[in-house]
């Protein structure tokens, strides 16, 4: 066999596998595409779990991602036990953060965006109204709550609100990089704090102004301080409300990524539950972690991933000791086991944030993960099998795993998050990295093929360029 026919075979071969890899992703994505794809009320998407689960999502484009329209990109709805789907709304752009509200075993608040047209803003320019509603499942029945227009297409404005009283909503303003208190019967607010106050805008974060902070949560803890994500910093961070950060608390730093990268979501468990300890969604790392408070310092005590997890965005802490993952760009909802083994899942596209209904606002009803003794699972990067050094386990699961672990593991970051965003939701990080592999072989093959041809582009008349005095 000459030189050339090697190569020529040795291309071939690894288009093959390519192409066998993504028609067999495709291929057997459509029974997980059609449950990812929920429209309506009466839809069954997941098998029977032990209560009503909500989803709120920012895309219903199952074949990608949302196309920023003006309307009916996103969806909120309800599971109910025997895994059918029994609310459902796509009436905003976006839904965001979802909370059950207390007192009630049917009802949630929920935090949404509208993209409006210049028509509508009563203007030249589009903007974009950010609200938060109160709908009873079993009804159907929304309320307003409180909502602000605010110039331009802002997906990025408001992603969470949680509740202070009965007449008080704090808000994580992304695009103000505050956290405010504001009454929702006079509409007045009554306090903020700006992250300005305490950080360098020269040399932290992300981009100033454009996107610095990322103030993409805020929690009320039973204490009176407010629990505050600043993505972009990489760090959780308590305020209290008359001395603003509390010193010695802040979980992360700024490009800390071992620790935290570029979060959502965290929630407090509290020390009669095993705490103080967080469950983060620990986004860029593609994995969901816990952190326990010990001796004035915070300890990795827990964490989770698969091969598929994908930007995780939300995760809570059931009082079972199970765990509500929401995987963003994994495409699905999945519940784990205390021993760490997915246990339930429901295919969706790009969830934001899910709630299981009766077991608490996010993790408050759920134990820390010491106090409960729960098994991590890591079968991400290492693939040996070997216990790490936070005493979660590293699985192989057959001969191949080790290989797709690996490949899994090297398209982390994000970069790698932004271009999962926009492929379509049957495409995991192996996919992705078998498609850069087929584009890269062919233009090097195109390239090979155009050096050996014997053709030569040739002038038969050649230009003769001269300056004109």
């Known amino acids: 066999m000459s030189y050339r026919v090697a190569v020529r075979v040795a291309f071939t071969a690894v288009v093959v596998c390519c192409i066998v890899v993504l028609g067999s992703a495709a291929l057997t994505a459509g029974s997980a595409s059609e449950g990812a794809h929920v429209s309506a009320a009466g839809q069954q998407v997941a098998p029977p779990s032990d209560g009503v689960t909500v989803v709120a999502t920012d895309s219903n484009t199952w074949l990608g991602r949302s196309s920023d329209g003006p ?17 459902y709304n796509d009436t905003h752009t976006r839904y965001w953060d979802v909370d059950p509200v207390e007192g009630t075993n049917a ?66 303003d992304i695009a103000a990089d505050r956290v405010f208190v504001v009454n929702t019967t006079s509409g007045l607010v009554t306090w903020s704090w700006n992250a300005q106050s305490a950080y360098p805008v020269a040399d932290s974060g992300g981009p100033y102004p454009e996107d610095w902070t990322h103030l993409n949560d805020v929690e009320v803890l039973d204490d009176g301080r407010l629990m505050v994500s600043l993505r972009n910093h990489d760090q959780v961070v308590f305020l209290d409300r008359e001395t603003g950060v509390v010193e010695e608390w802040t979980l992360g730093s700024d490009d800390d990524h071992t620790t ?29 972690v816990e952190y326990q408070r010990v001796d004035g310092t915070w300890e990795r005590s827990w964490v989770w991933r698969d ?19 929401t995987d963003s ?45 729960l098994a991590g699972h890591d079968a991400s990067g290492s693939g040996d099998g070997a216990q790490t050094d936070d005493g979660t386990q590293a699985d192989d699961d057959g001969p191949l795993d080790p290989l797709r672990s690996a490949v899994a593991g090297a ?59």
């Open 71 to 87: 309307r009916a990109t996103a969806q909120l709805f309800a599971v109910g036990p025997d895994g059918t789907v029994f609310y």
């Open 107 to 172: 009802t949630v608040e929920y935090v949404y965006a509208d993209h409006l047209s210049p028509e509508e803003c009563g203007g030249e320019v589009v903007c974009t109204r950010n609200g938060v509603e109160r709908v009873n499942l079993t009804t159907g029945e929304v309320t307003p709550v409180f909502r602000r227009v605010t110039e331009g297409k802002h997906s990025t404005r408001w992603h969470d609100v949680d509740r202070l009283d009965d007449e008080h909503l704090v808000v994580a």
């Open 260 to 288: 935290l990268y570029e979060q959502h979501n965290p929630d407090y468990i509290d020390a009669s539950h095993g705490g103080p300890a967080a469950v983060v969604a620990d986004s860029e790392n593609n994995r969901v």
């Open 307 to 325: 091969a598929r997890l994908q930007w995780p965005r939300d995760a809570d802490r059931l009082p079972n000791g199970h765990t509500l993952v």
């Open 329 to 373: 760009n994994g495409n699905r909802v999945l519940e784990v086991n205390e021993q760490g083994e997915v246990v339930w899942t429901l295919d969706v596209a790009f969830p934001y944030e899910a709630e299981r209904l009766e077991t608490g606002d996010e993790s408050t009803g759920g134990p820390s993960a010491r106090q409960a003794d």
């Open 411 to 469: 398209m982390q970051g994000p970069t790698v998050n932004a271009v999962m965003y926009v492929m379509p939701v049957w495409m995991t990080r192996v996919d992705l990295a078998a498609l850069l592999v087929l584009v890269g072989t062919v233009v090097v093959w195109a390239g090979t093929e155009a050096y050996w041809s014997p053709w030569q582009a040739t002038v038969r008349r050649p230009l003769d360029l001269e300056r004109e005095s």
